[in-house]
């Protein structure tokens, strides 16, 4: 038995490629029956995100499976074997078991340490388990795969920074306020990046958000987008000093957002935090508000400079996670392996066994005269004999360790143990 | 007789002493790891540590009350290992109820400073119990200055750690110890909280201080420097109280108030020990 995980990624294939050979994560029962009627491929689970399509399974015969997923995959797309198989990668075995534990962790994503490709796993698995085309091993490898997942967020600080400005951003809020809940926010303009931090805040729990803009009709469409309310960009100033986080994108060519404005307000919340964004270029709020007391002005460069460090941090942990994944793969190979070791002591003294039987009948009905006690005698010394031999062999299978996984298979090539599978 | 049997028990006493004071370092180590990898093990590990420290701590406290038949704070050593203990117990506490686990890393430290210092001024001699100390102010004096004054050190270790955090925010310098640290809003909490019940223990820490001055010198007040610099202290945490309530000191001014003032607790506390005459000083008790 054999984990083995087929696919294309951002590394290997570019969108063109990914886009024609992605599937649906709404409606993955087609696909899912559709492979697991492949002969050679026992259990399926098909992985499809924006970034990569990956196919793991369990089978017995690497090179067959192979050949069945490439056919798979051009006939569900309709597209040639000649198209696909430059993009594609395969791992078994070890390889396949760190792949699918590296993808789990985020390691493998394009943005290293993102939290969302275990929630598509997970997903997938869902999908996979409500098409029953899971069993025992690719159940226990995908529950190891999310706990291996947890256990490098945990011990590693792989995830702990955000990697993008507008998280950066939230991640910044809730370092100066702790509890979102109850803060107001602030948004004058508008702009694609502004939208992004404010989206964020709102869905970090701000409840009050207020929006303004020169075009009354605009600050109307985002407000309504996200639930806040307008105001008037004449009554900025009215209720400025109740607001906890101003975000600030306008295309004004000059700073609007005084320091004396700033300074005023501050005054007036006694001194309780603020926390100022601009995103805007030419920049909309005086840089010298930063030096007040309690107030943190951010700028576009700022929160840039924050998620290029952040990212320099994730790739050093990454290699701490590496460690933990390198374990953890070894320990679930050796308990694939050891899933082998029993049937095939099982096979190894049926196969045995029957093979005395036969003999012993053999020799039994041309022997005449033969005493009941002397049958039994020779049953008995045939059977020592037999396990005597099989002894060495099957403490061998049996010991824990390193040196006996190999040989699994080496072993049902000389005594010639076929899995009831191909039977 | 009876001396060698004190010296009998100062030996139990310095093997027990060394043994709280390796269980804090432990304890320590520990909360240094967890700053370092917050991984909520170590601060766990960390923090009962600690307790078993405290333990042992309180042990001692017990064994010295007995041993010397009156409340333990006759002599500096003694002082200052009654003050670490409370500081110990109060951070304890806290810590049980608005778990902010990180706190120990820069508390622990602290109380083990704290009790090297105070194993630096053990005395050999054997101790003397001084009249003017045989009163029942002496365990309500003091318990309630070191209470206020362990609430104002945690405050110390709050305002540390908000200048550490608001410095990375502020300054754009960020470090995984922004991961490490409370938000600003928890530390500025924090010290509010740790002000709001160190001062009012400090307040009656004073007042008891001084209807026992009464008792034992016949006056209130007598401007020892004990007495001048601890006026010092209170005006420094009314200033930041009222400031707080008022018009709205918070953040880094508040962080600033609270490490000078400890400072100018720890000052009153040995310094004017250990450098100015008075009634205060433990030797002018025992030298006639």
Redesign the interface.
Known sequence: MNIIVAGLSHKSASIEIRERLCFSSHNLTTPLQEIVNFPAIYEAIILSTCNRVEIVCTAADREKVIREIKIFLADFHKLSLDEITPHLYFYTGQDAIRHVFRVASSLDSMIVGEPQILGQLKDAYRSAVANKTTGSILNRFLHKAFSVAKRVRTETDIASSAVSISFAAVELARKIFDNLEDKKILLIGAGEMAELVTRHLVSHMVKELFITNRTFENALLLAQEFGGRVLKFEELFDNFAQMDIIISSTDAQDIIITYEKIAKALHARKNKPMFLIDIAVPRNIDPRVNDLPNVYLYNIDDLDGIVEKNRQVREKEAKQAEEIIEGEQMRFYGWLQQQEVTPTIITLKEKFESIRLKEIEKTFSHWEGLREEDKENINALTHAIINKILHDPINFLKAKGEKNRFPIEEIKKIFNLSDEEDA | MQITHLLYFKQIDLYLFYLTLTIYCIGTINFLIYLIKP?PFFSLLAFYITIIGFVFHSIIFIFRYFTYACFPVIDLHQSLFFFAWCFVGVFIIFNIKHKIPVLGSFVTPLAIVLLISSATLFTQKPVQIPPPLRSIWLPIHTTLAFLGEAFLGLAFCGGVMYLI?ENQ??N?K?S?F??RL?????LDDLNYLCLSLGFPFLTLGIITGSIWAEYAWGSYWNWDPKETWSLVTWLIYAALLHGRLT???????AAYFSIIGFAVVLFTFLGVNLLLPGLHSYDSFTSP
């Open positions: 991984r955090q925010i502020k754009k960020w995984q922004l991961h409370p938000s600003l809003q928890t018009i709205g000191w918070r953040g880094r001014r």
